[in-house]
């Protein structure tokens, strides 16, 4: 790769589990032109320990700038770039699908096939669960938005380093 093609990055940071911590995270990002892509934050196991999971376009030398920049951060503890190792990436969507007399047994063979999770279902709409790679909860949208898709969640990436 070129220094100046940018790719995505997935960094996963553990931060002290205070208030304003995102927004300085957000802040010194944004403040350098940088946008973050998806953002998944919860506490660790230890409740006073947060992990964020933040996606980004950068290059490579962006992406050093980025990390250098986040680790200065007060409150911000530790900073891998899970782009650089082994690691398990997935994300999560909720799809809320609009049910048509005409398009409600494609749709049943299509979540079949898909392996989508059924949450809830009545008479007009129901909510669909998937997991799974972003190119694959692609492939799930693209599917299904010919049947009527009414509202999507979307997580964004989690991640985990895979040890061996």
């Given at each position: ?160 380093e895979r040890k061996y």
């Amino acid at each position: 790769m070129e220094k100046t093609e940018k790719k995505e990055y997935i960094l996963s940071l553990l931060v002290n589990n205070k208030p304003d911590v995102l927004a300085r995270i957000a802040g010194a990002l944004g403040g350098k032109g940088y946008n973050i892509d998806s953002l998944c934050v919860d506490v660790t196991m230890n409740p006073d320990v947060s992990k964020i999971i933040l996606t980004t376009k950068a290059t490579k030398i962006m992406i050093g700038r980025v990390i250098n920049a986040l680790i200065k951060l007060v409150d911000v503890v530790k900073v891998d770039n899970l782009s650089e190792v082994e690691a398990i990436k997935r994300e999560m969507i909720l799809i809320r699908m609009n049910l048509m007399k005409e398009t409600k047994p494609e749709l049943m063979k299509i979540i079949d096939i898909l392996n989508c999770k059924i949450l809830t279902f009545n008479t007009d709409h129901c909510v669909l669960q998937f997991t799974g790679s972003r190119e694959d909860v692609d492939k799930v949208l693209a599917a299904l938005k010919p049947l009527g898709i009414d509202d999507i969640a979307r997580t964004g990436a989690a991640a985990l380093e895979r040890k061996y």
